[in-house]
C-alpha cells in the first residue's frame, strides 16, 4: 500500500517522519500531524452554527459551544472560580500559585498595575485607551470588558440574581448589592470635602460633587428646567404627567416625591424636627423653615414680573400671578363665589358655617379668619396703649407661646 505524502511538505509519512516541517513539532500519529498542519495552512472545518465562527478542531468547536451554553467545567480547587476553557483555568491559577510574586509580569505603564496574565493586562489596556470592543445588540453602548457587557444585557432583560437578604431588593450587579449592603450597615466611606456629607456610594459622592459645583446636564424637555442629578428629572417628569407614586397610608393623599410624603406623614404624626435659630418655631418641612427665615431677614426671593410685588413664597407669587390672569379655580358650592386660593375658600366655607376657629385670648371673642383676629388683637394694643401702656413691656394678658414676638411686644 502506498504511503500517502503530506499535503504541504509532499515528504511521505512514515514512523520516524511524523514532524511539522513548519515548526519541528514531532507527532506519533498521522491525524495529529495533519490537525497541527491545518493550523497553519489555517483550514478551518468546523463552523459553530450560532455566531459562524470556524474552527480548526471538533474539540475546539465544542469548547466554543459551551460558552454560549453557558456551561463551565472548569472549576478552581483553591476559590470554587469556574471557566469555560481549560487554558482559562490555568492562567487563573497561575494568579494563585504565583500571588505576590507573579508569573509572566505584565505591568501597565500608565498606572503601574501589575498582572499575572496577559489577557487580564490586555482588557485592563484597553480601559485606558478607551477601546471598547464588546457593544450591545439593543441599544449600541458599547464596553470595554465582556462580562460589564452581559450585566447591561440583564438591565434590558430585567434580570436581577443578586438579592439583598435584609430588605429583599434586587441588583443586576454584584457590586451594587455590596454598596447597597455598605447603606444598611451605615457605612459611607465617600465624604464630601465641601460640606462634609459622607456617602455609601462614590457615584452618590460625585453626583453631590456636581451640585456644589452647579452643574445640571439632565434638562427637561417640556420646560426647560434642569437638574443636577438624573433621578431629580425623573421625579420631575411625574410631576408633569401627574404620576403619584407615594401614597400616605393613613389619608390616602399621594405624592409625586417620596420626601413630600415623609413630610405629610410627619405632619400626621405632629412632628416637627426642624427649629427655627431665631425664633424656635418648628416646622415639619426643610422648605417651610427656609422660607420662615426668609420672613425673619426680610427676604422675598419670588418676584412679579407685571407689577414688581415680591414674596416670600413661590405659593404667594403663583397665587398673584392668578390674580392678574383672573383665574378663580376655587369656587363656594353653596353660594357659587370663586377664589384663586384654596385657604381662601375654606375660610369662606367656615363663614357659611359659623365655624370660628381663632378666639381672641384677651376678651374670648371668636373670628373665622386668622388675620380678622390679628386686627382685633391689634385693637386691644391700641386701647392698652391709650391707657397709658408702658412701651417694650409684654402685655399681660397674651400668651408669649401663641403669638409671635411681633404681637406681644410693643415697639
Not at 505576590?100 to 503601574?112: A, S
Not at 498595575?113 to 489577557?119: D, G, L, T
Request: proline share 2%.
Amino acid at each position: 500500500m502506498e504511503k500517502r505524502p503530506c499535503d504541504v511538505s509532499m515528504k511521505p509519512f512514515s514512523r520516524r517522519n511524523r514532524e511539522c516541517y513548519i515548526s519541528g513539532n514531532p507527532f506519533t500519529h498521522e491525524r495529529n500531524l495533519k490537525r497541527h498542519m491545518d493550523m497553519h495552512v489555517i483550514v478551518k472545518h468546523h463552523e459553530c452554527d450560532i455566531c459562524g465562527k470556524s474552527f480548526t478542531q471538533k474539540s475546539h468547536l465544542e469548547a466554543h459551544m459551551d460558552i454560549h451554553a453557558g456551561v463551565k467545567k472548569y472549576e478552581c480547587i483553591i476559590c470554587g472560580k469556574t471557566f469555560t476553557a481549560k487554558g482559562s483555568l490555568k492562567r487563573h491559577m497561575d494568579v494563585h500559585v504565583h500571588a505576590g510574586i507573579k508569573k509572566h509580569e505584565c505591568t501597565c505603564t500608565i498606572c503601574g498595575r501589575a498582572f499575572a496574565c496577559k489577557s487580564a493586562f490586555t482588557v485592563h489596556w484597553d480601559t485606558h485607551v478607551g477601546k471598547k470592543n464588546h457593544q450591545c445588540c439593543i441599544c449600541g453602548r458599547a464596553f470595554t470588558r465582556k462580562g460589564h457587557l452581559e450585566s447591561h444585557i440583564d438591565v434590558h432583560a430585567g434580570i436581577k440574581n443578586h438579592e439583598c437578604d435584609i430588605c429583599g431588593r434586587a441588583f443586576t450587579r454584584m457590586r451594587h448589592l455590596k454598596q447597597h449592603l455598605d447603606m444598611h450597615g451605615g457605612v459611607k466611606n465617600y465624604k464630601c470635602d465641601i460640606c462634609g456629607k459622607a456617602c455609601a456610594q462614590k457615584e452618590n459622592l460625585k453626583r453631590h460633587m456636581e451640585v456644589h459645583a452647579g452643574i445640571k446636564n439632565h434638562k427637561c424637555d417640556i420646560c426647560g428646567r434642569a437638574f443636577a442629578q438624573k433621578i431629580e428629572l425623573k421625579r420631575h417628569f411625574d410631576v408633569h404627567a401627574g404620576i403619584k407614586r407615594h401614597e400616605c397610608d393613613i389619608c390616602g393623599k399621594a405624592f409625586s416625591h417620596k420626601g413630600y410624603l415623609k413630610h405629610h406623614v410627619n405632619m400626621h404624626a405632629g412632628i416637627k424636627s426642624l427649629e427655627c435659630d431665631i425664633c424656635g418655631k418648628a416646622f415639619n418641612q426643610k422648605q417651610k423653615l427656609r422660607y420662615h427665615v426668609d420672613m425673619h431677614a426680610g427676604i422675598k426671593r419670588f418676584e412679579c414680573d407685571i407689577c414688581g410685588v415680591a414674596f416670600i413664597q413661590k405659593d404667594e407669587l403663583r397665587y398673584h400671578m392668578d390674580l392678574h390672569a383672573d383665574i378663580q379655580n376655587y369656587e363656594c358650592d353653596i353660594c357659587g363665589k370663586a377664589f384663586t386660593r384654596k385657604g381662601t375658600l375654606k375660610h369662606h366655607v367656615d363663614m357659611h358655617a359659623d365655624i370660628k376657629n381663632y378666639e381672641c385670648d384677651i376678651c374670648g371673642k371668636a373670628f373665622t379668619r386668622k388675620g380678622t383676629l390679628k386686627h382685633h388683637v391689634d385693637m386691644h394694643v391700641d386701647q392698652w396703649r391709650r391707657q397709658g401702656g408702658i412701651i417694650g413691656v409684654r402685655y399681660p394678658p397674651f400668651p408669649s407661646s401663641k403669638y409671635p414676638p411681633s404681637y406681644v411686644y410693643f415697639h
